[in-house]
């Protein structure tokens, strides 16, 4: 345990913790109305496989079907050291909400133009892992040139502030 861990503000953390992975995509694709957070059922080598950051989640969705949630699409690296019981890649994995939760997305998403999209995976402080879930509208693509417009626009005005300090 000597360089696992290290002391911040008298809590025990993981050296390089953080998201085992992001949808960076998502956040340029869709306009992201609303997030959530939903566990998610893994087998052991999954565990294993996402806490040395092995996992993908572009192109990844997540669907409701008979009543429950479930993400599809995120593929999640063999773990190295498990030999022969390891886990299918881009297996469908069971997203873990409460029935009140999926019933109100549901109606969400009967909606024109709504998806949900996973924006991360992580472990929470209790080392469980969770899934961040997005319910988000695509977007066109008149509304991602204005973004970029607005961001160069943001970044120029920035360089001429810096220029006359």
Known sequence: MMGSMTK?????????????AQNKKAWHEY???????????LL????KSLRCKQCDLEGAYA?????????????????????????????????????????????????????LVP???YFNER???KVQLGLAQGKRKYDKRQKIQEREQKRDM????????
């Not at 911040?8 to 085992?20: N, R, W």
């Not at 052991?44 to 565990?47: D, I, K, L, N, Y």
């Open 44 to 47: 052991g080598t999954e565990v």
């Open 119 to 121: 924006l991360r995976v």
């Open 63 to 115: 669907r409701i079907q008979d009543g429950e949630c479930w993400l599809i699409g995120c593929k999640i690296a063999p773990y190295l050291q498990a030999g022969r019981s390891n886990h299918e890649p881009e297996r469908k994995r069971k997203l873990l909400l409460h029935r009140a939760q999926i019933r109100k997305l549901r109606s969400k998403l009967e909606q024109r133009g709504f998806t």
């Open 8 to 20: 911040d503000k008298g809590k025990e953390t993981h050296l390089g913790s953080g998201p085992a």
């Open 127 to 129: 080392g469980i892992a």
């Open 31 to 41: 306009e992201v109305v609303e997030t959530l957070e939903a566990g998610i059922s």
């Open 158 to 165: 920035e360089r001429s502030r810096k220029k006359f300090r």
